[in-house]
């Protein structure tokens, strides 16, 4: 069974910075693509990044630039640094596998 733990999320001022971990059980990150979207409210869930087993990685047009994927196979956890934060950030980001597996999200609030 997977089992995906997001973590690090918080209240954060515009410009600052976050890391966001995603812990796995169950499927090894190192071989599979990995995830992160984000959901804010009223708003349909959105593609942050993405990266695959031979480390591509892909970015929605909203955070490239500023978030960066990435994994630690010895920990089995994918991160998502976010930096140069903006208010529209502000959002539940969710960890995922491409085969549609959630984690619980953990929520970013970009705020002064």
């Known amino acids: 069974q997977v089992q995906l733990v997001e973590s690090g999320g918080g209240l954060v001022q515009p410009g600052g910075s976050l890391r966001l971990s995603c812990a796995a059980s169950?499927?090894?990150?190192?071989?599979?693509?990995m995830g992160w979207y984000r959901q804010a409210p009223g708003k349909e869930r959105e593609l942050v990044a993405t990266?695959?087993?031979?480390?591509?990685?892909n970015y929605g047009d909203s955070v490239k630039g500023r978030f960066a994927i990435s994994r630690d196979n010895a920990k089995n956890t994918v991160y998502l640094q976010m930096n140069s934060l903006k208010p529209e950030d502000t959002a539940v980001y969710y960890c995922?596998?491409?085969?549609?597996?959630w984690g619980q999200g953990t929520q970013v609030t970009v705020s002064s």
């Open positions: 990266l695959s087993p031979y480390s591509t990685t």
């Open positions: 995922n596998t491409a085969a549609g597996d």
């Open positions: 169950g499927i090894i990150v190192r071989i599979n693509t």
